[in-house]
């Protein structure tokens, strides 16, 4: 069965403490991983697609990378405005056609 | 500039009665979906389709239905309310053929099923 986890479920960080995100996927043949960010009350927001395994994004103080089982978001020098959810997907054919699997998220917290 | 927007942005309801949630998009994306999100699940898909006439049944779809009578409009309806699916929910769409494509979400709306 198709399946993704993230991690950690929560983040804690000072401004300008770097720190990654994990987005681990059990899929047969990835046609690609996709990351969000979504704000408190909002719908989420597309960020990044990452194809094959070696490939990087990058925006702004993000950067998102792939490997053959996973995925890192790494933020560099934070900023409160960064604090959100992110997650990950990835596309998946199961009974219920092509679609995507999101993980559960990571809450990320950026103190000033 | 295109846009995905939900209505009503917030929702009570009683036990019992058909609500209908309106997902409009004017990307002209082939793909909509409906997804539910709740503490604990994530995101899980209800409902989707991959143009006008088409709709599929997604992980949670007992309850629900969807009808796709033009590009822009997927309109959710619950047949008969269930506290189960006080939820907050995501309209979302995506270009292409079939469901690989990064999707672009609505701002949500939340319902509550007394």
């Known amino acids: 069965e198709d399946q993704v986890t993230q991690s950690p479920e929560a983040l804690r960080l000072q401004e300008g403490e770097s720190s990654s995100l994990n987005c681990s996927y059990t899929v047969s043949g990835l046609r690609g991983l996709f990351w969000y960010r979504q704000d408190p009350g909002k719908g989420p927001e597309f960020l990044f697609t990452l194809y094959s395994a070696g490939e990087e994004k990058e925006k702004e103080r993000l950067k998102a990378t792939l490997t053959k089982k996973e995925s890192f978001l790494h933020i560099t020098a934070p900023k409160p405005e960064d604090s959100a959810t992110y997650l990950c997907?990835?596309?998946?054919?199961?009974?219920?056609?092509?679609?995507?699997?999101f993980g559960p998220g990571t809450r990320l917290s950026v103190l000033p | 500039d295109a846009e995905i927007t939900q209505s009503p942005r917030h929702k009570i309801t009683e036990t019992g009665r058909q609500v209908t949630l309106a997902c409009h998009q004017t990307?002209?994306?082939?793909?909509m979906f409906w997804y539910r999100q709740d503490l604990g699940h994530g995101l899980r898909l209800i409902h989707y389709?991959?143009?006008?006439?088409?709709?599929n049944k997604g992980e949670v779809s007992d309850g629900y239905s969807v009808s796709r009578s033009n590009t822009e409009d997927l309109p959710l309806t619950l047949e008969s309310a269930a506290s189960s699916q006080t939820s907050v929910y995501f309209c979302?769409?995506?270009?292409?053929?079939?469901?690989?494509?990064?999707?672009?979400f609505g701002p949500g709306t939340r319902l509550t099923v007394l």
């Open positions: 997907a990835v596309p998946h054919r199961d009974n219920y056609g092509q679609n995507f699997v």
């Open positions: 979302a769409s995506s270009a292409g053929t079939g469901g690989y494509n990064e999707q672009f």
């Open positions: 389709s991959y143009g006008v006439q088409d709709t």
């Open positions: 990307w002209n994306h082939n793909n």
